[in-house]
């Protein structure tokens, strides 16, 4: 069956690193491949999309890479804040005609002063 | 703020009732998507209509259903509610009928409590 595994442990790590959060995934072939950040009790936010034939992606202090063979996507965040603290959620699509997202777990960041 | 609305905040109600949760989506957006998180579960995709078309189906219980309206606004209806249904209801909107390519904007969500 179809599974997007996150880290549930949550990543503890001290400002100024970079923190890399990983979303592996068995049975898709996504074309496309999210992340989002959720804040407790708030609603997911988008960070960055990738798609299948980008193997790397970047926004400000965020990079994504997504590799296909390996089913594997890593998000990583440079200089890290604890304003960065949260939860990072991925996303991909089923890769058949059903057109939803499928979101993982998620991983709980820790950034420490 | 995202730009997308959701009433009520809260709801505490007892098993056996029906509750109707609302949504109305960034101006523009024509797509609205619900989600159920819970604890155990996750953040799970339950239906997603465009432009007044259910356009996907996720995990939806029978006993829920939802619809959008012609101002494009939404509404979820859980009937013969159990215990575990007890969770938060986000809706989100976005500009297409894309949910794997568009960027998904997420309102605050409903918390719901099932006594």
């Given amino acids: 069956s179809q599974k997007i ?27 496309y491949l999210q992340w989002y950040r959720q804040d407790p009790g708030r609603g997911p936010v988008f960070l960055l999309l990738i798609r299948e034939n980008e193997k790397e ?45 499928t979101f993982g777990s998620g991983t709980r960041l820790q950034v420490q002063p | 703020d995202s730009g997308v609305t959701q009433t009520p905040k809260h709801l505490i109600t007892a098993t056996g009732q029906r509750v109707t949760l609302r949504c109305s989506p960034r101006s523009g957006d024509l797509s609205v998507y619900w989600y159920q998180q819970s604890l155990d579960q996750g953040l799970q995709f339950l239906i997603q209509y465009y432009n007044g078309e259910e356009r996907a189906k996720g995990n939806i219980l029978e006993r829920f259903s939802a619809q959008q ?3 494009l606004h939404s509404e979820l209806n859980l009937s013969s509610l159990e215990l575990g249904d007890s969770a938060l ?27």
């Fill in chain 2, 89 to 115: 209801y986000f809706c989100a909107s976005s500009v297409s009928s894309s949910g794997r390519t568009d960027t998904q904007y997420f309102g605050p969500g409903t918390r719901l409590t099932v006594l």
């Fill in chain 1, 5 to 31: 595994e996150q880290n549930s442990e949550a990543l503890n790590i001290q400002e100024g690193k970079t923190a890399t959060l990983t979303c592996n995934y068995t049975n898709y072939s996504p074309a």
């Fill in chain 1, 57 to 101: 992606k970047r926004k400000e202090r965020l990079k994504v890479t997504f590799d296909t063979t390996l089913k594997q996507s890593l998000f990583h965040i440079t200089a890290s804040q604890p304003a960065d603290s949260a939860t990072y959620l991925c996303a991909l699509d089923s890769g058949t005609g059903r057109r939803a997202l």
């Fill in chain 2, 69 to 71: 309206f012609p101002d």
